[in-house]
């Protein structure tokens, strides 16, 4: 029996057809996907249809896990998504394939809900453009089209699905060629095409009227992790799958609503003003207890307090909602930013113009804050609002809407797990921070013994972490437990409840195991 010209043996389909049909569907998702990223090389980038469904399912997705991911991924949990949508692709081309080789019109329907979920992502993702679907419009149909080109060319005479083995090595090379070549080539050709690399390259910073140089005792150099976090390892959460690239001739601020006049602010004003320079500690709310997510950096910018100052902002408006590139908000307390502290427009980190990934040309920096209420990368709109009347990203999602960042140590050396050797004296060390308060004290317990204190590395200021440690002589074999908590500046210890970091951040004592044995 022969239905859209494929033989059916006694209703149902050979194992080969089958077999076939998910090799096809395969293919004809990796056309689809290269063409979307040729196709987004003249849009943008974050018009390629896999970066549009990810932008979109990450607004789908609940809070919770939101959370997981975080916790389970850390600054991975982007690739993990990326992955996740690569594979529930592959997986639904298949069926397409597999539908296609016994009812042509329900595989072309499979695509078309697809390539209809992909349109419905790039139209409704944060920041969206109306030219957003125009990659994926043209993916589904050329996915369509290597559907029945393939199914066409691998068929024999009779309708069945039975190519040989060299026309189907053929046919199938010269897709899997195109789509690897399209896709690779594709994403290549939009970081080459958007890309600021260039442009950041050139920016020249002018030096701060106020200098942050590197304090001498900050590093103790046993174990912590050290003072100052280089760039490329600066922790990263966002919700950004494609970085935005400004070009910072076209960058524009518009800081506007409850203020007395608008003010519209592009890089050169910025550059134009008093830089100054402060070492800044940022912690991601996510942070568990003893996790990595926080990192120390110089940062050189503009007093956001002065901006504000000079637009007028009202008494009344008790937010300031920032608005990033890629339509990201975030709601940061307006007492706060004018309380006196480096809260900065930020273009510089660590001697150099702010990279593309944490940034670049211009973020927001708020000691004392957690990042969620105040580090606003690529930031383009600033509203002074109320908290009453809008709630940015996160809080909606039910994190706290202030995000004072809490009192926390933690263990970096020795890990947990580690092997000592009876009598060694080994160093327990690690940092501390409380942004803005300051740390005034630490103290480590080994074995529910008497709290050691530790001898502390110096700071600059309040507003950055403060490394620790205290020797320590291993006395016997066996587990042991060691426990750090710290005191702020005004000598009030860490809170010993364990927390989850929902909804305002961890609290509690990071402890970790080691095992003494003998040298």
């Known amino acids: 029996m022969v239905g859209d010209g494929v033989i059916v043996h006694h209703g149902r389909v050979k194992r080969a057809d089958l077999a076939a049909g998910a090799v096809v569907g395969l293919l004809a998702a990796g056309v689809t996907v290269a063409v979307g ?94 030219t957003d679907v125009i990659p994926a419009i043209f993916g589904a149909i050329a996915g369509a089209s290597i559907l029945v080109a393939l199914l066409r060319a691998v068929r024999s005479g009779d309708g069945s699905v039975h190519p040989t083995r060299r026309q189907f090595l053929q046919v199938g090379a010269a897709t899997a060629g195109f789509a690897a070549v399209g896709g690779f080539g594709g994403r290549a050709w939009q970081h080459a095409h958007f890309g600021v690399s260039k442009q950041r390259a050139a920016v020249v910073l002018p030096k701060p009227v106020s200098a942050a140089p590197a304090p001498a005792g900050a590093d103790l150099g046993k174990g912590a992790n050290p003072y100052v976090t280089p760039n490329q390892d600066f922790y990263r959460i966002d919700t950004a799958l494609a970085v935005p690239q400004i070009d910072p001739k076209g960058w524009r601020l518009r800081i506007h609503g409850l203020v007395d006049h608008e003010l519209t602010l592009t890089y050169d004003d910025l550059l134009a003003r008093p830089l100054i320079e402060r070492w800044i500690t940022l912690a991601c709310v996510s942070n568990e207890i003893g996790g990595d997510l926080i990192s120390n950096a110089r940062f050189l910018g503009v007093r956001l307090a002065d901006l504000l100052r000079e637009a007028g902002v009202h008494p009344d408006a008790d937010q300031l909602l920032a608005t990033s590139e890629d339509g990201l908000t975030i709601g940061s307390p307006t007492a706060v930013v004018m309380d006196g502290r480096d809260a900065l427009l930020a273009v510089g980190m660590n001697g150099e113009p702010l990279p593309v990934d944490h940034g670049f040309p211009v973020r927001m920096v708020v000691p004392g804050l957690y990042g969620y209420v105040s580090a606003c990368k690529w930031i383009v709109d600033l509203q002074a609002t109320t908290f009453a009347n809008t709630s940015a990203y996160w809080v909606q999602g039910g994190w706290a809407a202030q995000g004072p960042v809490r009192l926390a140590s933690r263990i970096d050396t020795p890990r947990s797990g580690d092997k000592v050797t009876v009598g060694d004296v080994v160093p327990l060390a690690g940092i501390a921070w409380d942004q803005h308060v300051g740390v005034s004290k630490v103290e480590v317990q080994v074995d529910g013994g008497p709290w050691q204190e530790a001898r502390l590395g110096t700071v600059p200021s309040v507003d950055t972490w403060r490394q620790w440690v205290v020797p320590w002589t291993v006395g016997r074999t066996g587990q042991h437990a060691i426990r750090v908590r710290a005191f702020d500046g005004h000598g009030v210890v860490q809170d010993a409840q364990s927390r989850d970091p929902f909804p305002s951040g961890a609290t509690g004592y990071h402890q970790i195991l080691v095992t003494g044995r003998e040298a």
Not at 65 to 76: D, I, L, M, Q, S
Not at 98 to 120: H, K, P, Q, S
């Open 37 to 130: 990223e040729l196709v987004a090389v003249a849009v943008r980038p974050a018009a390629a249809p896999v970066i549009a469904v990810g932008n979109r399912v990450i607004l789908l997705t609940p809070e919770s896990v939101k959370r997981w991911a975080t916790r389970e991924f850390g600054t991975n949990d982007k690739h993990v998504l990326l992955t996740g949508i690569y594979t529930v692709l592959a997986v639904a081309s298949i069926g397409i394939g597999v539908l296609a080789v016994r009812w042509l019109w329900a595989g072309l329907a499979g695509v078309a809900l697809l390539g209809a979920f992909a349109v419905y992502c790039a139209s409704t993702a944060n920041a969206h453009r109306g």
